[in-house]
């Protein structure tokens, strides 16, 4: 078997493959899906679903 590693505390960012995101990098991309005016724009808005539409008014 490999070497174990204590995961009690913070793995070093030496351990950590360069393909994985690091805490910086999440949180940048969350806070820019947060703050984009239509994140999800496939989803119907509340207004949208009470007028019984299937398709979002805007184009």
Do not use: F, N
Request: hydrophobic share 40%; proline share 7%.
């Amino acid at each position: 078997m490999g070497e174990l590693i204590d995961l009690s505390s913070q793995i070093p960012d030496s351990r950590i493959p360069g393909g994985i995101a690091r805490d910086a990098e999440l949180a940048a991309a969350m806070a820019a899906h947060v703050g984009a005016s239509d994140s999800h724009p496939i989803y119907l808005t509340e207004v949208e679903g009470d007028l019984g539409t299937d398709k979002p008014l805007q184009s």
